[in-house]
């Protein structure tokens, strides 16, 4: 029974390294090629075409759903799901939903400092944003988060079927968050793109790290 135990815990460990490798693959391969210069071309006729497709009904949506990334929401939601966490009893799981958190916010500033990137010029951008704009902050902090919250919560859960809706439902959100940014020509799609694979690598690295010294289920 223990040797089962081990074997699964040990190809659930193999998955999230694969997963791991391959989220952070994407970011260092879209950093290398900023700073090599080969994606400013990309990125302006993405933003370009983003800027055709507004209309007002499509900007105040945009607004909303931009949202979901932003300081306010991301620790709300963070507080919330700690707190359910600590009424469940789940000390790792709540241990693992704050470093996901602030984990994120660190990636994102020590990323951007580095980096450097100046953000899309300003008559591009229907909202206000400050800071650099590599990597998107917005992205990497709800990829970490929800998809975090999205490991946490199918341990919960028996039905595949239920776990798979979990993960299609943070992906849409995922997604959704990514191009309201270009949308709203605050960031590029490269700046989204490394964002949400440099959020994910940290919430599977968490994962696999809680499944091989967390000793959770």
Same mark, same amino acid.
């Given at each position: ?5 081990f074997?699964?815990?040990? =190809? #659930? ?5 694969g997963?791991i =490798? &391959? ?7 879209i950093?290398? /090629?900023?700073? /090599?210069?080969?994606?400013?071309a990309?990125d302006s *006729?993405?933003l370009l075409a983003? !800027? ?5 009904? &499509?900007?105040? =949506?945009a ?5 979901l990334?932003?300081?306010t &929401?991301?620790v709300?939601?963070s ?5 359910v966490l ?8 709540a241990?693992?939903m704050?470093? !996901?958190s ?5 990636l994102?500033i020590?990323t951007k400092?580095?980096? /450097? #990137?100046?953000?899309p010029? /300003? ?6 944003a400050?800071?650099f704009?590599?990597p998107s902050?917005h992205s990497?902090?709800?990829? !970490?988060?929800y &998809?975090?919250i999205?490991?946490i *919560?199918?341990?919960?859960v028996?039905?595949s079927a *239920?776990r798979v809706?979990i993960?299609?439902a943070v ?5 959704m968050?990514?191009?309201s940014r270009?949308y ?15 959020g =994910? *690598?940290? !919430?599977l ?5 809680f499944?091989?010294f967390?000793?959770?289920?």
């Amino acid at each position: 029974m223990s040797r089962t135990l081990f074997s699964a815990r040990a =190809a #659930r460990l193999s998955l999230w390294l694969g997963s791991i =490798a &391959l989220t952070l693959g994407i970011f260092v391969r879209i950093t290398r /090629e900023l700073i /090599e210069g080969d994606v400013g071309a990309v990125d302006s *006729a993405v933003l370009l075409a983003a !800027a055709r497709m507004r209309t007002p009904w &499509l900007t105040s =949506a945009a607004v909303d759903v931009t949202a979901l990334g932003s300081i306010t &929401l991301v620790v709300l939601f963070s507080a919330f799901t700690l707190l359910v966490l600590l009424v469940l009893r789940d000390r790792m799981g709540a241990l693992q939903m704050l470093a !996901a958190s602030v984990g994120a916010g660190v990636l994102t500033i020590v990323t951007k400092d580095l980096i /450097e #990137r100046i953000r899309p010029p /300003e008559a591009q951008q229907l909202i206000v944003a400050s800071g650099f704009s590599y990597p998107s902050g917005h992205s990497v902090s709800t990829s !970490a988060l929800y &998809l975090t919250i999205a490991i946490i *919560a199918c341990g919960y859960v028996q039905r595949s079927a *239920a776990r798979v809706a979990i993960f299609l439902a943070v992906s849409a959100v995922l997604i959704m968050v990514g191009a309201s940014r270009v949308y709203l020509g605050v960031h590029y799609a490269t700046d989204v793109l490394s964002g949400i694979s440099l959020g =994910a *690598a940290w !919430a599977l690295l968490l994962a696999g790290f809680f499944t091989l010294f967390g000793h959770r289920a």
